[in-house]
């Protein structure tokens, strides 16, 4: 089957830093992004880890394992307009139209 | 132009009624997809078109209706709906099918 899992709300406070864990059990592997998702409005693409490692962009670094199918997005320096649901997405195979999302982190920064 | 639009931004309508969704993206992507989005939930794929031709069709109810007329828009055309479809509908592209989606701001939809 398909698995993709997060936590399903954390809170931090701004100036600080957070990490969102997704552990995944899929049939394939082709790559794992990240997307970011204010209430009531769409996703937007954060980060894409296809090889295992850090990448870094801005407050914005997300990890990737896939010998222990985990990921992290870590949010540095936190700001009142961090506060969102961030999604974590699979990829199951090369060439595949189709993303296998998890159920989101709802993360709240408080002042 | 780096952005996915989408109209009608809200939509209320009767279960009798016919009405489409519109997405249109400027940035030569060549893959297309149609998701539902219930609150609080992740985006459930519903359709995707790769190359104007339709790829992926996740057991969809016939009520909602796919169509690529070229390759920069993509259509739903919805019909006979009922209460439980209202959702965030959204439309995504991406450059090809390894890229990153980029997702429409997504049409709210409110079946009564």
């Known amino acids: 089957g398909q698995n993709i899992d997060q936590p399903t709300e954390m809170t931090a406070t701004e100036g600080a830093i957070v990490q969102i864990n997704c552990t995944y059990q899929?049939?394939?592997?082709?790559?794992l992004f990240w997307y970011q998702q204010h209430a009531g409005e769409a996703p937007t693409f954060l980060s894409y880890?296809?090889?295992?490692g850090l990448e870094e962009k801005g407050r914005f670094s997300s990890f990737l394992s896939r010998s222990k199918g985990y990921s992290y997005l870590l949010l540095k320096e936190l700001q009142m307009k961090d506060s969102a649901s961030y999604l974590c997405?699979?990829?199951?195979?090369?060439?595949?139209?189709?993303?296998?999302f998890g159920t989101g982190t709802r993360l709240q920064v408080f002042p | 132009d780096t952005e996915v639009t989408q109209t009608p931004k809200h939509l209320v309508m009767g279960m009798t009624n016919k009405k489409s969704l519109k997405c249109e993206q400027h940035?030569?992507?060549?893959?297309m997809y149609w998701y539902k989005q219930k609150a609080k939930k992740p985006p459930e794929l519903m359709f995707v078109?790769?190359?104007?031709?339709?790829?992926i069709n996740e057991s969809v109810p016939s009520r909602f209706s796919p169509e690529c007329p070229n390759s920069s828009l993509l259509n739903l055309h919805l019909h006979a709906l009922q209460p439980e479809d209202s959702a965030l509908y959204l439309c995504?592209?991406?450059?090809?099918?390894?890229?990153?989606?980029?997702f429409g701001p997504g049409t709210r939809l409110t079946v009564t």
């Open positions: 995504a592209s991406s450059q090809d099918r390894n890229y990153e989606q980029y």
């Open positions: 899929t049939s394939g592997f082709n790559g």
């Open positions: 880890n296809v090889l295992d």
């Open positions: 997405a699979v990829r199951g195979s090369y060439n595949t139209d189709k993303l296998i």
């Open positions: 940035m030569g992507h060549r893959a």
């Open positions: 078109y790769s190359y104007e031709k339709l790829s």
